[in-house]
């Protein structure tokens, strides 16, 4: 079906980014469709994914999306990619995917509406098979080695995905703990940084660039420090506990909005520091 090749094209394509990256998607989604690309050669990444008897076209779609973007230095697109695979891996290690997991997994980022739906199918495949997280676990890893505070934030969103179908103080299930361990090791984070992550509380870091800073409030790079600050506060207001106290949210939904602010608050925070303010 030609849908395996416009989903890998699209892959493709985002993570190369620009004319090049549309080019190659073309030409991987034409060899997806003619199943040229269920023959890797021999002795290269793709022998990691072994079929089992069924092609894996997808599995191996989004790994090639993001080793590619890891190969051109593309950090946020691999970050990109690699929180949803490893979101949706992690929640469904421990059995059926719960629909708590995908609000809170929703809940904790900010996707474009343009973007979501393409999202909700890469969260949707990703979790068919989970015996591949240490991959992209390995490459963010690599990738981070020497930024290492987005990783810790996003191992402190898959302990509040972890936990949150859980009863309070309840412990993790063995299979989750072991895929945050891995995790955490493949991010080359410290003992101080897992402790910080089990108890919501990351360093804090709103993104791995200061470009996204500016995303993450809704404000050009160009804008005066006073429209940033004016924009930073609105928002702040917006998401205010108290406000959304009173929006009888379930737990998932408060946590998402806890962790939304914070980010509000990391992105202000980074501001302020490039703009020596």
């Given at each position: 079906m030609a849908i395996w090749g416009k989903m890998f094209g699209g892959v493709a394509g985002f993570a190369m980014g620009g004319p090049l990256g549309a080019a190659l998607g073309l030409v991987l989604g034409d060899m997806t469709d003619r199943k040229t690309i269920l023959k890797p050669i021999n002795g290269t990444w793709a022998d990691n994914f072994p079929t089992r008897g069924t092609p894996d076209p997808t599995g191996a779609a989004f790994f090639g999306a993001a080793k590619m973007a890891a190969l051109l230095g593309r950090r946020e697109q691999l970050y990109a990619i690699g929180l949803i695979m490893l979101c949706a891996k992690l929640?469904?290690?421990?059995?059926?995917?719960k629909q708590v997991e995908i609000d809170a997994f929703k809940g904790c980022f900010?996707?474009?509406?343009?973007?979501?739906?393409?999202?909700?199918?890469?969260f949707d495949n990703a979790r068919n098979r989970t015996d591949d997280y240490m991959r992209y676990a390995t490459e963010l890893g690599a990738a981070y080695r020497d930024d290492p505070e987005p990783l810790e934030t996003l191992l402190?969103?898959?302990?509040?995905?972890?936990?949150?179908?859980l009863p309070p103080n309840a412990p993790l299930h063995p299979a989750?703990?072991?895929f945050l361990r891995y995790c955490q090791?493949?991010?080359?984070?410290?003992?101080?940084?897992?402790?910080?992550?089990?108890?919501g509380q990351p360093r804090a870091q709103a993104t791995g660039s200061a470009a996204e800073c500016y995303e993450i409030l809704g404000v050009a790079r160009s804008a005066s420090t006073e429209d940033i600050r004016l924009r930073w506060r609105a928002l702040v207001r917006q998401h205010h506990p108290d406000v959304l106290a009173r929006q009888n949210l379930?737990?998932?939904?408060?946590?998402?909005?806890?962790?939304?602010?914070?980010r509000i608050n990391a992105a202000w925070d980074r501001i302020k520091r490039d703009r020596s303010l």
């Open positions: 929640a469904r290690i421990d059995g059926p995917v900010q996707f474009p509406p343009e973007s979501q739906r393409e999202v909700g199918l890469m402190a969103v898959m302990f509040r995905i972890a936990r949150v179908d989750e703990e072991s090791q493949a991010f080359h984070l410290n003992e101080a940084a897992w402790r910080r992550c089990a108890q379930t737990p998932a939904q408060a946590e998402a909005a806890r962790l939304r602010i914070a």
